[in-house]
């Protein structure tokens, strides 16, 4: 039940794109496509942004999108705007029904 | 609209217990596994707990096994988190989430209830 591997902190200006690796291992990300990635902004409750890797919630924007490759997944988010300013967590289904998270990614839109 | 809503937070003693509550509203709650998930604050998230649609199956990182307790009652669509033996570093914010149908994420989550240990 190792975390997994996130950046702390990324930044990028208004409009640009921006991606957050999340690094797992065979156990987890790399056996399963039940990868998901949450947004939150301070005080507040985590918001689920993507799920089974690249699938939209209801009311998500599409400027939000997942990939997988291997043990690595990635959050890429594009036309990136002043709210997007958020932490990040990726999580994955793991061994037995278990579910392990990153250990988040500071987003900073410049 | 579907809602998740904690109580049961609170200041306990190191060694002393707590019962989370998670009251459901607005979704089929027996069709769905749930979860708890904590924060320390100024830190990540971490899962804690899962708990299967009929309440047979229960699954627990392994820093609270043999002390906390997962439960659910469908009919009063809630579930339970028994937290025995706390410990400093179980000091955190609780949240409940729903998880996805195929266990692909957690899509509906409580605003959390805060647990604080006094050593």
């Known amino acids: 039940q190792s975390a997994l591997t996130q950046p702390a902190s990324v930044s990028g200006s208004p409009g640009q794109s921006i991606t957050i690796s999340c690094t797992g291992s065979s156990s987890d990300i790399g056996s399963y496509n039940l990868v998901s990635w949450y947004q939150q902004h301070p005080g507040k409750a985590p918001k689920l942004i993507i799920y089974e890797v690249n699938k939209w919630p209801s009311g998500v924007s599409n400027r939000f999108s997942g990939s997988k490759s291997g043990n690595t997944a990635s959050l890429t988010i594009s036309g990136l705007q002043a709210e997007d300013e958020a932490d990040y967590y990726c999580?994955?289904?793991?061994?037995?029904?278990?579910?392990?998270f990153g250990g988040g990614t500071k987003l900073t839109v410049l | 609209e579907v809602q998740l809503v904690e109580s049961g937070g609170g200041w306990v003693q190191s060694g002393g217990s707590l019962r989370l509550s998670c009251a459901a509203s607005g979704l089929s709650f027996s069709s769905y596994w749930m979860s708890w998930v904590r924060q320390v604050p100024g830190k990540g998230l971490e899962w804690v707990a899962n708990?299967?649609?009929?309440?047979?199956?229960?699954y627990y990182v392994d820093s609270v096994k043999g002390r906390f307790t997962m439960s659910r009652d469908n009919a009063k669509s809630s579930v339970w988190l028994q937290m025995n033996n706390l410990r400093a570093e179980d000091m955190a914010v609780y949240y409940c989430?729903?998880?996805?149908?195929?266990?692909?994420?957690?899509?509906?989550w409580g605003q959390g209830t805060t647990v604080t240990v006094s050593s």
């Open positions: 999580c994955s289904h793991g061994f037995s029904s278990t579910f392990v």
């Open positions: 989430a729903r998880v996805i149908q195929g266990g692909g994420g957690l899509d509906v």
């Open positions: 708990i299967n649609r009929d309440g047979s199956e229960k």
